[in-house]
């Protein structure tokens, strides 16, 4: 149940507060006062799209904020608690914070959240279309409009029927076998032009197979081309060292032996050159040592052979990343993705009749549970129908009958196979025809209040707004109207807004709604009437601006018949 609804610098309201209570809260005022301003705001606590047009001028922020009551609400406190927000005091504060520079934000008892999860806790699923009852539910004017919709027709049956569990498992299977027929449909596309698709598939997964990825490969490759490209140009050195030293006529050690050979003769005749080439010797040791050591280096391995296989494994890989992806996972999974292609195109016809064999099955579990939606739907509309031409009958729309016409779909579909719309017979002997071909207005919003009542199983309480559903009714119809209004509220609470004086009349608590106008600045202004203040109102209503003693009398006389039971 609503509380309090607390409303800051959104569009004409500047500051507006409003204590709501139990059964019906009826709120009245002149046209153009605001009255729809307010369903605005009650419709951003229940999730609606927020726009930073609706910030009051000269504000930079605009606040609408929501008290629950959720002691009767054990669902929705167990889903706040599911969703890590506090709700130990069994209540629901919902806030919401326009900002004119589009940082909109929510609150949901000081928690700061956002969008999605307002809708899921206060507005689970889809009223009519789920199991989720919402917190609030606001049926207005443009309800007009869905009531037109097929698809409204087949929910509200369903809703009456109790066969949304039924029609989920449907929408299961039928969404199973839909999602089967498409990648029938895709094998078969593919396999138009298989071979050439095979053989394209495989050469690709030849070249990724040929490099033994794995999802490190261009790290390790990388690391080894860097260590092989830093010895490499180390074993460039040692090999100039080694051509120097001892690998060509011209080097050092071949010098030395030239020397050694020509001072063989001189060594036995002069001391010093035997010396000298005594010495010579030893440096010629010396620097056969220093090559044979340097070899030793170079026969380790042939690392420009295996640098230029790294580095050609290394040029692959990225040729591969280009066509693949930007790193090894990307291949490997567009690797594991051809893998599977190639198994279905090798094995199409064989996938084809398994994927076959899949969607009969499903069509053998799937006849049974349409089979049952449609009988139950078929026994529920009959109640129905009686149901709602009895709240017809009693909204004075005498000669009036609804009924539904209920067709047989080629297939099977997400909701079943039965096409369900509501039709209308203006008497006994016309022929029926569909709702938008016949009903006015005020037609319209009274069946729409006779399908609420027929239909609502009301398992857990909740707050309806009607936004002037009932527009294009008066008199004794209007009274009735307000009954039916009442009688919704009973153990749970009803916000109506309306321009009727029998309507009002049925109020719990009334609330008047006004536009103030100072120093060209607009705003609403709200108040809780009682007593004299209450009569004053619903005299207004049935007589405008100029009160009588007539409408006062009427206007007492309508409150007092609204205390008395059903006429």
Do not use: W
Not at 60 to 65: F, G, L, P, R
Not at 159 to 181: N, P
Not at 319 to 346: H, P, T, W
Not at 482 to 502: D, N, S
């Amino acid at each position: 149940m609503l509380i309090e609804l607390n409303v800051t610098n959104f569009a004409i309201i500047h500051h507006l507060r409003l204590e709501f209570g139990p059964g019906l809260n009826i709120i009245s005022g002149e046209t153009g006062a605001g009255k729809s301003v307010i369903v605005r705001a009650l419709n951003l606590l229940m999730g609606a799209k927020s726009f930073s047009e609706d910030i009051r001028d000269n504000a930079e922020v605009a606040t609408v904020e929501g008290y629950f009551d959720l002691k009767s609400r054990k669902d929705l406190v167990q889903r706040i608690i599911s969703a890590g927000i506090d709700c130990s005091e069994k209540t629901l504060t919902v806030r919401r914070v326009i900002s004119k520079d589009g940082k909109n934000r929510v609150y949901l008892n000081g928690h700061l959240s956002n969008l999605s999860d307002l809708k899921d806790i206060v507005s689970p699923l889809v009223d009519l279309a789920g199991r989720g009852a919402p917190l609030m539910e606001i049926t207005g004017q443009h309800d007009n409009k869905n009531l037109m919709s097929p698809q409204f027709h087949l929910d509200i049956v369903d809703q009456f029927c109790d066969t949304l569990e039924l029609r989920s498992q449907v929408d299961a299977m039928v969404t199973e076998k839909s999602r089967i027929k498409k990648r029938m449909q895709d094998i078969l596309n593919s396999s138009k032009d298989r071979s050439q698709r095979i053989d394209f598939i495989r050469f690709q997964i030849d070249e990724i197979e040929s490099l033994n990825l794995n999802s490190d490969s261009d790290k390790e490759l990388e690391e080894k081309v860097r260590s092989l490209r830093a010895r490499n140009a180390n074993s460039e050195f040692i090999n100039s060292m080694l051509e120097a030293l001892s690998g060509s006529n011209d080097s050092i050690s071949s010098i030395i032996d030239a020397l050694l050979r020509k001072g063989t003769q001189l060594k036995y005749k002069d001391k010093i050159i035997s010396e000298s080439l005594s010495s010579l010797e030893n440096v010629k040791v010396t620097i056969n040592d220093i090559a044979y050591d340097l070899s030793r280096l170079t026969d380790e391995s042939d690392m420009a052979t295996q640098l230029d296989t790294l580095e050609e494994r290394l040029s692959s890989l990225r040729k591969l990343e280009k066509k693949f992806g930007s790193s090894v996972q990307e291949i490997l999974l567009a690797y594991d993705n051809m893998k599977k292609e190639l198994l279905d195109l090798e094995q199409s016809d064989k996938l084809i009749s398994l994927l076959q064999l899949e969607t009969n099955a499903i069509d053998e579990k799937l006849k049974p549970v349409i089979h049952s939606l449609s009988d139950r739907r078929r026994k529920g509309t009959t109640k129905l129908k009686k149901a709602v031409n009895e709240e017809l009958a009693d909204l004075n729309m005498n000669g009036v009958i609804m009924s539904f016409a209920m067709e047989t779909l080629p297939e099977p579909t997400v909701t079943g196979q039965d096409a369900i719309q509501l039709m209308i017979q203006n008497g006994a002997k016309s022929e029926p025809r569909p709702l938008h071909k016949t009903a006015s207005g005020g037609e319209l919003s009274r069946i729409l209040l006779s399908l609420k009542i027929a239909s609502g199983h009301i398992d857990v309480p909740r707050t309806y707004l009607f936004d002037e559903v009932d527009t294009g009714v008066s008199g004794p119809t209007a009274q009735k109207v307000g009954r039916k209004l009442k009688a919704i509220a009973q153990g749970q609470q009803v916000i109506c807004i309306t321009h009727l004086p029998q309507v009002a009349s049925f109020a719990d608590q009334h609330y008047f709604v006004a536009k103030s106008v100072k120093n060209g600045d607009v705003r609403m202004v709200a108040e809780q009437l009682e007593n004299d203040k209450r009569v004053a109102e619903i005299a207004r209503l049935i007589s405008g601006e100029k009160i009588t003693k007539t409408s006062l009398a009427h206007a007492e006389q309508l409150i007092e018949s609204s205390l008395l039971g059903p006429a």
